[in-house]
């Protein structure tokens, strides 16, 4: 992976109103704990809960990067040479891809509060995956992110 600073980054942060339902069902427990075991109880037990709360949904909002090197969607890394054509999806399309039309054999970084998404097929013969499946906002600005960087890695001594 490269060092140079990506041409494309984006997280992908739970939306507002998820951390407002967890927030109401932490304060649901909070009021559970603290009704038989007293008020200092029920805080203590909201505030350690909201905590693993906002662990989990911070460590769930994956990183989306176009690198000089490579495409960088979470852990995972392909890069250019093992790239094969780049297809922005609208809603409807990512829906399909997630659904009725998915490989059970595709890399799926999936955010279920992501509707839209990118697919890059897999042009390696000798990698058993046929595409991946990136969840992301702005998938048109992802596509055309990935065709820049591949056209200036394959130009590059």
Known sequence: M????????ERLYA????WAICTVIVATFGVAFGFPLGWVAGV?????AEGAVVWVLVTAS?????RAAALVAGRATLGYDAMGPVTALDATAAGLLRGRHADPRAYLLLR?????AVRVDVADPADPTPYWYVSTRRPAAVAEALERARSAATRSP
Do not use: K
Request: zero cysteines; a negative charge.
């Open 2 to 9: 490269s060092i140079a600073a990506p041409t494309y980054r």
């Open 15 to 18: 939306p507002w109103w998820l």
């Open 44 to 48: 203590a037990a909201g505030v350690v």
């Open 62 to 66: 994956a990183v989306v990067e176009v």
């Open 112 to 116: 279920p509060w992501v509707p839209e």
